[in-house]
């Protein structure tokens, strides 16, 4: 019998007061450090982007990291999925929890969690879903191994979750362009429904250029997660979205082994790898029943905002010529001697 499941809306059980005031009067500590001290910009989801350690954060969302860094207690079975915004990040969770639990819950049923619970119910994000607003949630709550999910700078992790001890991490990157053209059209649904004057697509470009946008600057990240996996491939898997949409059985086998439960034999001639895909698939996911009514924690946005298209190279229908070799001058500077390529 399966194991039930706690989503991360469980986690939010009610705490004791004087435990409740502790961490209230952490995020005090943390807002009188953030707005007089901390180099702010134009905020893309929120009025302002505020840099901590070098990356950038939305106003509310640098509390939930400052208390991921500080609180947040890793464990050595825990699993990390860790992306820039817009990177495949859901396609990748469903596949991940898929993988974990394909002998508790049978990928063809129509009652599984990735469609009745959604799947940030099923891998909450950190310092968005469980640690940003009031009360705190409590991750200690979710058995082994815990499957989680963050867009943190490897950096900025707590150390315990980092190096040859740490949790397992898999950090997917997609080519700037479109995980750009993808953000900022996930940001122009957010603004308009939080009734925010619009961010236009030349502002948004300037500032993404530049290294200003929500957990970046974007090459930052991917080269922090490309350098550890480089050093702890044991620990780190480096993945490409390109390269899991052009062959995407051949990854998710990969992404099995390094979850330390491979594809067997038999599962492979039962079809198991090709019912994970079709269940985590954008068809699949975008049209389940959570898909269409559910709405991420805090109600805003809805679980139907994190599907649009999924598709490589659409960039191209939107960005003018100056912006897309403006966009690989960067990468080529920035990734030069990685052998990273777009």
Known sequence: MATPLITATQCFVPKPKEEEKQVEETYKRYRQLIV?????QKGWMSEHLYMHQDYWFETTIVEGVMYLQEHFKPRPADVLLATAPKCGTTWLKGLIFSIINRTCYNASAKDHPLLT???????????????TDLPIGDTEILSSPRLLSTHVPYAMLPESARGPNGCRIVHMWRNPRDAFVS???????????AQLSELSLCEAFDLFSQGVSPYGPFWDQILGYWKASQEYPDKVLFLKYEDMKRDPKHLVKKLAEFLGQPVTVEEEE???????????????MSK?????KGNFHGGRPSYKDFFRKGEVGDSKNLLTDDMIRRLEEITKVKFNGTGLEI
């Open 36 to 40: 007089p001290t901390l180099p702010r």
């Open 117 to 131: 619970a959604g799947v940030h119910e099923c891998m909450p994000f950190l310092e968005v879903h469980l640690f």
């Open 183 to 193: 953000f900022w059209h996930f940001v122009t649904g957010w603004r308009r429904k």
């Open 270 to 284: 039962r079809g198991v790898v090709d019912e994970i895909l079709a269940l985590c698939s954008f068809e699949s």
């Open 288 to 292: 389940a029943e959570v898909a269409e």
